[in-house]
């Protein structure tokens, strides 16, 4: 009784079609290690499919899929092997999972090659240095200027005196009552940079004025600022209509030029009183040659 009992329980052993696939594996002689090795399939899911607790494995499709995989390993018939798996996952009502999860990836090729890795740094480094590239181009040239002529300014500035003594380019009417709040104009003779600077000597605000275009200075910056330019001769100043004449020697950086109306008059007539200076000494000798 005995012996007759031993085949049926042989038998009742190999119900499962993982261990059809275990037992055709010991029977070729491999391990776990080869048959993962043949189908790219980590040894954690072949010993799931070979204790036939699907529940270890992604999804139905690649419990399947690693089954039919398994049997060309191991030379089963792979069509049959994955028809058993498909009734197998009906009576244990697998279709209850998820249909996706993620998969464990093992195949080397599916992850990042180092060369698509460095192409995607190189692209990122382009990225970076086109738009640094940008950035560059798109600062106004005026401001490099700027920066430049505040250096100069600065290394050397021109002598009070000479701007003193630079000829009026209209005569100054002394005594003209000019009000205090008498509006300040400037104007452009040809192109000509302007910069207004605060108390510690920084511009604050500059612009250049066109061939004829006029700019009237607001009442916060005569109060505020002072004026600097590079072209004293391209810039003509007016204090209620008044040309006060230039404000520097030609082609020189000059800055610290009150705005206020009763020092641009102050400076206008003292250039004034230089030029009559020479007609004045000069009269009595007329005089007395006659």
Known sequence: MADEEAPEQGELAITRTGDRLRLAREAAGLS??????????????????????????????????????????????????????????????YGSRPLYEAYEPTDPARLPTARLVWTLAIIAGLLVAAYGVWR???????????????????????????????????????????????????????????????????????????AGETYEVPAAYIQQFTLRTSIPQALKVTVGGRDIGAVGPADTLVKNISLKPADLIARAEGAGAAQTLAPTTSAPAAATKR
């Open 136 to 210: 560059f181009l798109s600062v106004e040239p005026d401001e490099a200027l700027l920066a430049a002529q505040n250096q100069a300014a600065e290394n050397s500035e021109a002598p009070a005196a000479a701007a003193e003594t630079t000829p009026t380019t209209k005569a100054a009417r002394p005594g003209q009552a000019i009000p205090a709040d008498a509006p300040v104009v400037l104007t452009g003779i040809s192109e000509v940079w302007i910069g207004f600077d605060d108390a510690t000597g920084k511009t604050e605000n500059w612009r250049t004025l066109d």
């Open 32 to 93: 776990l290690a080869d048959v993962a090795t043949r189908t790219r399939i980590t040894q954690r899911h072949l010993e799931a499919i070979e204790k036939s607790d699907f529940s270890e494995l992604p999804g139905r499709t690649y419990v399947t899929g690693f089954a039919r995989a398994y049997a060309r390993a191991v030379d089963l018939p792979e069509a049959e092997i994955g028809a058993a798996v498909r009734r197998e996952l009906e009576e244990d009502a």
